[in-house]
């Protein structure tokens, strides 16, 4: 059962077009939510972490916000290197008990210029 | 080098093959993680180790096997794999006594392809 579900899967932009992605998530007792960016043959970049309903994060054209069931990704005037897949992520509780990340699969954006 | 590195880049092998993945950090983080990231998939976890404690995916097939004999160093013996095994393999690490609580940094990952 997937507990993180991010849309759409994939957005095409004119540059300078904003728009939000979004993460839904059905974690109990959230620990926390975090963004990622992952450009093609590349390891994911961390870019933002979510503690809290309520909290913002800024970075140059990115502003992630966090509500109790989902967090939105917004990209203002996006620029054609803004292209990549971005991950969203929420620490889970494992049937052992620890708490580990679970990942939803992703939006991938494509910022035209 | 800096963050997290990985070797071999690209691995090519046979089903009869027993091969190892390695990663190493340098930042100097107390939790690593193993992930498998297959296409039209999210990440899948696979391993962590943090604070000499060890968290296992339960659906993980036992022909994998971590090691970390050290902080810094991380390990994916494979053995007997299967073509549905062919994906890209990602090393991360963090910093935190609980897993996955804070951010994670990621190695560039290691294209795995099973023949």
């Known amino acids: 059962e997937d507990q993180v579900t991010q849309s759409p899967e994939a957005l095409r932009l004119q540059e300078g077009e904003s728009s939000s992605l979004n993460c839904s998530y059905t974690v109990s007792g959230l620990r926390g939510l975090f963004w990622y960016r992952q450009d093609p043959g590349k390891g994911p970049e961390f870019l933002f972490t979510?503690?809290?309903a309520g909290e913002e994060k800024e970075k140059e054209r990115l502003k992630a916000t966090l509500t109790k069931k989902e967090s939105f990704l917004h990209i203002t005037a996006p620029k054609p290197e803004d292209s990549a897949t971005y991950l969203c992520?929420?620490?889970?509780?494992?049937?052992?008990?620890?708490?580990?990340?679970?990942f939803g699969r992703g939006t991938s954006l494509i910022v035209h210029p | 080098e800096t963050g997290v590195t990985q070797t071999p880049r690209h691995l090519v092998m046979g089903m009869t093959n027993k091969k190892s993945l390695k990663c190493e950090q340098h930042l100097g983080h107390n939790a690593m993680y193993w992930y498998k990231q297959s296409a039209k998939k999210p990440l899948e976890l696979m391993f962590v180790y943090s604070l000499e404690e060890r968290v296992e995916n339960n659906s993980v097939p036992s022909r994998f096997s971590p090691e970390c004999p050290n902080s810094s160093h991380l390990f994916l013996h494979l053995h007997t794999l299967q073509p549905e095994d062919s994906a890209l393999y990602l090393c991360a690490s963090s910093q935190d006594g609980a897993p996955g609580y804070n951010e994670q940094f990621f190695g560039p990952g290691t294209r795995l392809t099973v023949l």
């Open positions: 979510l503690y809290s």
């Open positions: 992520a929420v620490q889970a509780r494992a049937s052992g008990g620890s708490y580990i990340p679970t």
